[in-house]
């Protein structure tokens, strides 16, 4: 073997073994890896080494099953391909793996094995002889005598007929011309194998050849294949055009002056298939004797108007439609309960008195199968999960499903439809949706019932009533329709975010279930069981790529968003996984040279870095994506002046913790509202300021020069923040009294305070609604110490235990009760009689 003279390949070779193609000396190939061995290789060696001698390799070729050579190492081929790697990249994407781009330079033979772990060394010997190319092609032959030289001569001449043949236009053609002049002769087989069309096994052979004789042997078969096979091609090529043209002579002499000729005749044919075909529908559409009677009529008329007639559309547009309702068209419902809860139990976290609930709904429709139930109305925050809840019971039923959004919704005709008499009238939601799931028993999500809007063209609540109603819903009538659709097998679940907007009689006909919102731990779990797998997946990412702690989802949770479901967190987390998809796509780069040192010599451009590790989101990522936090914990900075007081307040969108603040100033008496308020907000202001007033001197309260009467020569202004929003209801009442106590005795109110309850001229504490909202509101924002109405207690028990354990409950059944636990050490007044007043219970 001629390893004399050239260039030495170092004998100790790192080996990369590969399943997927053959290096020959002489080209560049690019390899995909993402077998340990590999990898370790490539990160180990590649990605650490800096000269150009630890970029040499040898790639050895292994014919095994890829699956298996992850444990022990296979036999290895006996012969490989040193090469230099030019390129490194690393990337996570779709799993972890790094593209190698590798020259090879010559054959070697594996002489021992020196160790198997972490990646192959091998002890080598090399095969050919390595030198730089620099004589020309012509010169550099040896006039090599006999066999060789013949052999030699004979593949350089179909190398030169088969570039012959190809296009020189194309580039890798002129880099072949390139190659064929510069390169010796020896060298070709090698680096036409790999240019040519070969099968791996082919390669392999020609890898194998150690004697140049036996490489050419191999590889000429190869090549004048090639050719063979090109030129049976140019052959067909030659055929090819004449044909063309014949098929395109055919096409312009006979299809377009016939079609011109035959015009009229021809539709009229066309079109008496096509009333035919439509009849044929009508008839299998099975529809009801009534729909039916009416579909022949107009049939009957569509046959004897000419086309053009604006009314052939319309009817034409109207059979079409009849004959695709499900008449009688519907899936085999398929419910199995205790299936059904494993199913709603799995999608779902918490939220356990609603699934119980739909469980025995769904048992009773199981066990009756007549429909005449309620209907379930899920009422609840935005995100807690209303609608997804709906797309489950469909799911167990094995029901089709549909939403209908009715917000906004203020004319009847977008539920019952516009009669055909007009341009342009169509169907109902209800008609359009059971065309589109195409069976009669789906499920009908009715979205957002309490945003239903009224207006002249008819209230569309009454026609809900119509489609909702057991009684009436056999032969619901859309306008558009003009026949009766029998709805009594659709399955309707409507969702609201607050019972007091939906029309009375609307909801008399519905079952409401409560859905609050969320504690902060709840929708930890809520996010790391469900929305952070179904963001990952929905961004092709996998939890090797991308991890998020417990920790972060906190942090989320209260910096981020302020809600009682869980949507914008579900929004924040595909906010994250874009972000990291496209350091995903990047190949991890930019976490790298974050971490390491600029100066690192191993940094270079092209060479990526080991992607096996997860990106992280700590506190520092998350700023970086979702930028800074949007919300703070500000109870407590905004307590540091007498005059504000926290109260909690119930909105449709959840709980909410609300500020007072107060401020007087040298006047008449008057008091400022602003912010927004209603009416029965503003009555409560002054009740709290009439009983405050009662009390003045009780409570040694005083105006601002140390009057007995807090009124007296000063203008007072209550201003309720965020105040673009309007507020209004009665249980601001307590927190008036307080924030005004606060500044009529100038003491500071307990910064982790709040409170909600309703007030009477007498300074009683009347029960107010929303306590479970409003209490995870408090407890969302930090606040440790929650005020109620006595009568209220009973409430306390909905709770989850958490929630209970962190917060310390004062209820108060009068104002003096209030102030006493608002302030630290009581609040002083004539009128306590007892030391301790507060009711503190700490459930
Ligand atoms: P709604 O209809 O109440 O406004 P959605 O049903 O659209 O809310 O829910 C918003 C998102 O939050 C959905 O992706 C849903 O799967 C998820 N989600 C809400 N509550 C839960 C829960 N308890 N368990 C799992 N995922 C939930």
């Known amino acids: 073997m001629d390893s004399g003279g050239g260039i030495q390949i170092p004998s100790r070779l790192p080996l990369l073994l590969t399943h997927e193609g053959v290096l020959l000396p002489g080209s560049t190939v690019r390899f995909s890896v993402d077998s340990p061995r590999n990898m370790h290789l490539v990160s180990q060696r590649l990605l650490k080494g800096t000269s150009l001698k630890s970029t040499i390799i040898g790639v050895i070729p292994n014919t095994r099953d890829p699956e298996h050579d992850t444990d022990d190492l296979p036999t290895l081929h006996k012969i490989g391909t040193a090469g230099i790697a030019v390129q490194v990249v690393g990337s996570n994407w779709p799993k972890p793996h790094y593209t190698l781009l590798i020259t090879g330079l010559c054959r070697f033979s594996v002489s021992g094995l020196l160790k198997e772990r972490p990646f192959v060394l091998a002890e080598v010997q090399q095969l050919d002889k390595l030198e730089q190319y620099t004589t020309p092609a012509t010169e550099g032959v040896p006039a090599e005598e006999g066999e060789l030289g013949e052999l030699s001569h004979n593949f350089y001449q179909a190398a030169v007929q088969l570039l012959g043949m190809l296009d020189m236009s194309v580039p890798v053609v002129a880099k072949f011309r390139r190659l064929l002049d510069s390169l010796p002769r020896e060298a070709l087989p090698d680096v036409l194998a790999s240019m040519i069309r070969t099968s791996n096994k082919e390669k392999l052979q020609v890898l194998d050849a150690v004697t140049l004789e036996e490489r050419f042997k191999k590889a000429l078969p190869m090549l004048t294949r090639q050719i063979e096979g090109l030129k049976l091609i140019k052959k067909t090529r030659k055929i090819g055009p004449d044909n063309e043209k014949r098929v395109l002579s055919v096409r312009k002499g006979g299809v377009f002056p016939g079609r011109q000729f035959n015009l009229d005749e021809d539709d009229e044919d066309e079109d008496g298939d096509d009333t035919a075909a439509l009849e044929r529908k009508v008839h299998g559409a099975k529809m009801s004797e009534a729909a039916l009677r009416v579909c022949l009529k107009e049939l009957k008329r569509l046959k004897k108007m000419p086309q053009s007639m604006p009314e052939y559309a319309l009817t034409r547009n109207y059979l079409d439609l009849m004959v695709e309702l499900p008449w009688s068209k519907s899936t085999k419902d398929c419910l199995d309960i205790r299936a059904a809860r494993t199913l709603l139990d799995n999608d779902h976290y918490a939220m356990d008195k609603l699934k119980r609930r739909v469980l025995e709904y769904l048992a009773v429709r199981q066990l009756k199968t007549s429909l005449k139930g309620p209907i379930l109305c899920f009422v609840g925050p935005p995100g807690v999960g209303k609608t997804s809840v709906g797309r489950s019971i469909a799911r167990t039923l094995g029901r089709e499903f549909h939403r209908i959004a009715l917000g906004g919704v203020c004319d009847q005709s977008d539920i019952r439809g516009h009669r055909r008499t007009y341009v342009g009238s169509m169907p109902g ?255 409560s202001a002054h009740l709290a300021i009439s009983w405050l007033r009662a009390n003045a001197k009780t409570y040694q309260l005083t105006n601002m020069v140390g009057g007995p009467d807090p009124l007296e020569a000063t203008d007072i202004h209550l201003h309720f923040p965020a105040g673009a929003v309007t507020k209004d209801g009665p249980s601001a009442g307590v927190t008036i009294v307080t924030c005004l106590a606060s500044l009529f005795s100038g003491r500071l109110v307990r910064s982790d305070v709040a409170m909600t309850g309703e007030i009477t001229l007498r300074g009683l504490v009347l029960p107010v609604g929303g306590i479970k909202d409003k209490v995870l509101a408090a407890h969302r924002a930090g606040v440790k110490r929650v005020i109620l109405p006595k009568r209220n207690e009973k409430d306390l028990e909905e709770l989850p235990a958490n929630v209970r354990a962190d917060l310390d409950f004062v209820t108060a059944a009068n104002l003096d009760q209030v102030l006493n636990a608002a302030f630290n050490g009581g609040f002083p007044g004539t009128a306590s009689t007892h030391t301790h007043p507060q009711l503190s219970s700490k459930l």
């Open 429 to 683: 939601r209800i008609i359009n949706g059971l065309k589109t799931v195409a069976v009669n028993n789906p499920v009908f999500l009715l979205d957002e019932v309490d945003k239903l809007g009224k207006s002249l063209q008819g209230d569309p609540a009454a026609a809900l009533l119509e489609v909702l109603d057991p009684e009436q819903n056999h032969s619901f009538t859309d306008h558009y329709l003009n026949v009766a659709f029998d709805l009594s097998q659709v399955l309707f679940i409507a969702t609201a975010n607050t019972t007091a907007t939906i029309p009375p009689a609307l909801l008399d006909r519905m079952e409401v279930l409560q859905v609050p919102g969320y504690t902060q731990e709840e929708k930890v779990e809520i996010a790391h069981r469900h929305l952070i797998p179904n963001q990952l997946e929905q961004h092709g990412l996998t939890p090797q790529q991308l991890h998020i702690p417990q920790d972060t989802t906190q942090h989320i949770i209260s910096s981020y968003t302020r809600e009682a479901g869980v949507r914008s967190l579900e929004r924040k987390f595909g906010a994250i996984c874009r972000a990291v998809a496209v350091k995903v796509a990047e190949g991890h780069r930019v976490t790298k040279t974050e971490a390491s040192s600029p100066e690192d010599p191993t940094q270079q451009e092209d060479k990526a870095v080991p992607p096996e590790l997860p990106i992280v989101i700590d506190h520092v990522a998350l700023k970086d994506i979702l930028g800074p936090p949007l919300f703070e914990m500000e109870v407590s900075e905004r307590l540091t002046l007498p005059g504000v007081a926290v109260g909690l307040a119930w909105t449709p969108l959840g709980g909410e913790i609300l500020f007072v603040e107060a401020s007087r100033m040298e006047g008449e008496g008057q008091l400022t509202l602003t912010g927004q308020l209603g009416d029965v907000m503003k009555e």
